[in-house]
């Protein structure tokens, strides 16, 4: 069966490739499995068919036969298992050690990038405001530090490319523009890097034509 994955029939990121299915999208890029995209609205969402795969009513859900996922890092990891060798290794330290990144990317360094979007645009008004942005932007510096320090002159960040450098650079890209990610000059290379593969090309331009089409909607 070809797997169906849920997405936002009009993205609050504009076409910014910054939605959580753009990972699920990449990864099922990079394997090469075909896959059907089901949008709905922000209302949909919270209704009953969509909570029955989610229960907290997000998005992605991914189907796929008899299984039904949500978490874009479980959806990730997931795909990775079904297709050894292109996004985990198959030898079994270099394969821990490639989980061990994707959590790391998801519990360590996305949370503090996350907030610091949310705040941006959601607390610009409240007294706390640049107090809480300059806490946040202190610990996100910390984070970026120790992981060019870990990426070092390395193109990726557990040999070659995978999982956790799919999942790392969706991250990463939320801080472009700000000027937190250009005081490492590594890794706005490795993004740009990631940013090249056809793989992350194909799903960047399917999610950037459903936010087109929505506009013209």
């Keep these: 069966m070809t797997p169906v994955i849920t997405a936002f029939e009009r993205s609050p990121d504009?076409?910014?490739?910054?939605?959580?299915?753009?990972?699920?999208?990449w990864a099922l890029e990079e394997v090469g499995q075909p896959y059907d995209v089901r949008l709905l609205s922000f209302e949909a969402m919270k209704q009953p068919a969509h909570e029955a795969l989610n229960p907290f009513g997000q998005i992605p859900t991914y189907e796929d036969g008899?299984?039904?996922?949500?978490?874009?890092g479980a959806i990730v990891l997931h795909i990775a298992e079904r297709h050894p060798g292109v996004l985990l290794p198959t030898e079994a330290n270099a394969r821990t050690r490639g989980i061990m990144w994707m959590f790391a990317a998801l519990n360590?360094?996305?949370?503090?990038?996350?907030?610091?979007?949310?705040?941006?645009i959601l607390e610009r008004d409240q007294p706390w405001f640049e107090a809480r942005v300059a806490a946040l932007e202190a610990l996100i510096r910390r984070r970026l530090e120790s992981l060019s320090r870990h990426l070092g002159a390395a193109g990726w960040l557990n040999g070659?490319?995978?999982?956790?450098?799919?999942?790392l650079v969706t991250v990463l890209r939320r801080l472009l523009g700000s000027g937190l990610l250009e005081e490492t000059p590594n890794l706005p290379d490795y993004v740009a890097?990631?940013?090249?593969?056809?793989?992350?090309?194909?799903?960047?331009?399917?999610?950037?034509?459903?936010?087109?089409?929505?506009?013209?909607?």
Excluded: C, H, N, W
């Design 160 to 167: 070659d490319f995978g999982a956790a450098d799919l999942l």
């Design 66 to 72: 008899d299984l039904t996922l949500f978490e874009s």
């Design 14 to 25: 504009r076409g910014r490739g910054l939605a959580r299915d753009m990972r699920v999208r």
């Design 193 to 217: 890097r990631a940013e090249a593969r056809p793989a992350y090309q194909r799903a960047f331009a399917d999610q950037l034509a459903v936010f087109e089409a929505a506009s013209k909607g």
């Design 108 to 120: 360590t360094i996305e949370p503090p990038i996350f907030d610091y979007s949310l705040v941006k």
